[in-house]
Structures are given as C-alpha cells and as structure tokens.
C-alpha cells in the first residue's frame, strides 16, 4: 500500500502544508535535498510552479531538519534562467537555499544512461546531482500536455533532468517529442531516481492544451505522496472529474501509457487497490471516492 494525501483548498500554501502533515513522514531531516519544481516556462500556475506556495514548502523542509535543500531545473523551450533563475533567486537567498540551472552545467555532471529494454535510441544523459542524490523533493502541477505527452505529471518532471543534446549535439527533446513512443521514454527517465516526496499542485489545472497554456479548471485541489505512479494515477482522475483531452479520458487509468510503462518498470504501484488515501474534510472524502472510482473504472 502506498498513502496519498488528498487536501481540498483554494489555498496553494495551506494545501502544501496540510497535505504534507497528513502523509506523516520526514524523509529529508538530516538529508542534502535536491529539489525538483516544474519551470517549463516562466508563465503562471498551473503553467509553472507558484512562487508562494513554493517559498512555503522550502520553509517547511527546513523546518523538517533538511540539512541542505538545492533546487535544479532545466526550462524549455525558453531559457531557463529567465523561466527559473531569476524568479526564484530572491527565495533562495531569502531562504539560503542554492540554484543549479541544469541547462549550463557542464557535460560532465550527467551520467549516459542506457536503461534495459529502453525505447530510447542510444540511452541518454542524466543529471548526476539527481543520480545521486540523498533526498529528493519533487513539486509539480497538474496539467495536460499537448505535444503528445498527454498530461504532465509526476513522472513528466523528469524530462527537465535530460539535456536537450546529446553528446553528438542531436536534440533529446526532438527525439523524445518526435517519437511513437513518447510516453514510454518519460517513463524510462524515471529509472534514473527515485522521490521521497511528491507535492502536487491542482489548485487550478489544465485540462486541454499545456504545458504552458490551455483551459483552466478551479480544481482546488493538493495531492501528496512518495509513489509516482499512484500520484500521476491520481492526477490523471482529477482531470477526467474536471472534463479534459480525449487521450486523457480513454480507458483504464492504469492503462495510460506513462503510467502502464511505469508499472512494467516497477517505479510504484501496479493496481488502484494499492492506494490509501488520506483526507482532513468531508469535501476531501467524497473527492476521494470520485478519484476512486474513475481510478476503477
């Protein structure tokens, strides 16, 4: 079984708070933690990270006895010190909380990776700082993708720890975008890490286009855990109870190809079953059961 806090709020900063108080965990006291939000482009929620809700769960890390929290990033299409760096930089030194912008960081500090049965033409480069880490953070939205990703999620965070070149200077992005298997290769990213702790944001969600714009829905939701499957599972519920894509709402859940590949590489969960969900109010009750119920469907 696998807890996933589900808090029901128009409040991003409480719902960060509450849900990471319902999991009851402290996986980062004592521990360098690297930080992973989601700075796609520097456009507002559910595009991007909220800068508020952001500050507050950096605080609460430290509050929780990290020994250090490091937040590494890699925007795209648009540069990321315009998308990430300088948005963030005036927490971080608030905070004393160090930046990496993974898009200028040198070759050497990624690891060629070639996973077993990979889809990926000749494997791929991933960021060291996450290939060994201690302690991982992720911090995501919940939102649909339109360039055949189908919905970003949990596991879609990690596109942002693969350089867009290769060492041959061929494009990773053009060849993962370009790809039948699209889905697959997200998943295959996740190989690399694994999260001790996933906060996502639905206050507002996208349920068509995305990843930078599209149809807001007032979702006012926060969903909490440290199984990325159950969380993109879950997430993948709230966008069909809010109306979304067409390639979101056909079949199974567990069926979405991210999600499917996943389970086959055994990064989480395999079956709904396996979900205990936690909740705080009547409102969080009856949305996990509609969760549950599109989750069995």
Not at 49 to 59: E, I
Not at 124 to 137: D, G
Not at 232 to 257: C, K, N
Request: hydrophobic share 40%; aromatic share 6%.
């Amino acid at each position: 079984m696998t807890k996933v806090a589900i808090v029901v709020t128009e409040n991003r900063e409480e719902g960060v708070l509450k849900a990471i108080e319902l999991l009851d965990i402290n996986p980062v006291k004592g521990k360098d933690v690297i930080f992973k939000p989601n700075f796609n482009t520097a456009d507002p929620p559910p595009a991007s990270t909220d800068l508020g809700a952001l500050k507050v769960f950096l605080k609460k890390l430290q509050e929780m006895g990290a020994k250090s929290i490091t937040v590494a990033e890699r925007s795209g299409p648009v540069d990321t010190n315009e998308a990430f760096i300088k948005r963030v930089q005036p927490i971080a030194e608030e905070l004393g909380v160090k930046l990496v912008n993974l898009a200028e960081v040198p070759i050497e500090e990624y690891v060629h990776v070639t996973p077993k049965d990979s889809h990926w033409k000749n494997g791929f480069l991933f960021s060291k700082l996450y290939y060994e880490a201690e302690c991982i953070v992720e911090f995501g939205c919940i939102k649909t993708h339109q360039y055949g990703g189908h919905f970003t999620l949990s596991l879609k965070l990690a596109t942002g720890l693969v350089p867009r070149r290769n060492l041959d200077g061929n494009s990773y992005m053009r060849e993962l975008h370009s790809s039948p298997h699209q889905r697959k290769l997200i998943a295959e990213i996740n190989t690399q890490f694994s999260p001790d702790l996933i906060v996502m944001d639905g206050v507002d969600i996208f349920v068509d286009g995305g990843p930078d714009k599209g149809t807001v829905k007032h979702a006012k939701v926060v969903i909490a855990g440290t199984d990325r499957i159950a969380i993109d599972a879950v997430g993948v519920a709230i966008l069909r109870i809010q109306g979304t894509t067409p390639e979101v709402s056909q079949g199974r859940i567990f069926e979405q190809e991210q999600i499917k590949r996943a389970v086959e590489l055994n990064l989480g969960i395999n079956d709904p079953s396996e979900i205990d969900f936690l909740t705080d109010s009547q409102e969080a009750d009856e949305l996990s059961t509609r969760i549950l119920n599109e989750l069995l469907t």
